[in-house]
């Protein structure tokens, strides 16, 4: 994979998450019991999968831009590989738990959003993105 084709793929699954922390935003302040019967619901369902599966991936994207880059010392970057990764002792937050869960209420979706690994995760991802910007 090139790395102009990394960096695409990077920042497409910034994005994608990015934009399902947005929608649920505004899904958890509907008051829905449930996602059942209702288009909004289709679609939180639908954001949490495609955000569970960008950041499933994730680790990987980041280690192979930094190797393309030859970013140096690695050391630096490897927190926000671990602050993405499913290894255990890692608190990633699972997008697929939520995305799996019948039914998906607002104040689920609410509860998720107020997580604080969830907020460390996007401000980290926010974070590197800028830094990778700033490198290239």
Avoid: C, W
Wanted: glycine content about 6%; aromatic content about 8%.
């Amino acid at each position: 994979m090139s790395q102009a084709e990394t960096v695409a793929e990077l920042g497409s699954r910034i994005n994608i998450i990015e934009e399902a922390y947005e929608f649920m935003l505004a899904y958890a302040s509907q008051g829905l019991s449930s996602d059942q019967d209702n288009d909004t619901g289709r679609q939180a369902r639908e954001y949490l999968k495609k955000a569970d599966a960008a950041l499933s991936g994730l680790p990987g994207v980041i280690t192979r831009y930094v190797g393309q880059r030859e970013l140096q010392p690695t050391a630096p970057y490897d927190a926000f590989i671990e602050v993405t990764s499913t290894t255990p002792g890692t608190r990633r937050p699972r997008f697929s738990s939520s995305s799996h869960s019948p039914p998906i209420s607002s104040q689920m979706v609410d509860n998720l959003n107020a997580s604080i690994h969830l907020r460390a995760l996007l401000t980290d991802l926010f974070l590197i993105d800028e830094v990778f910007k700033s490198r290239r």
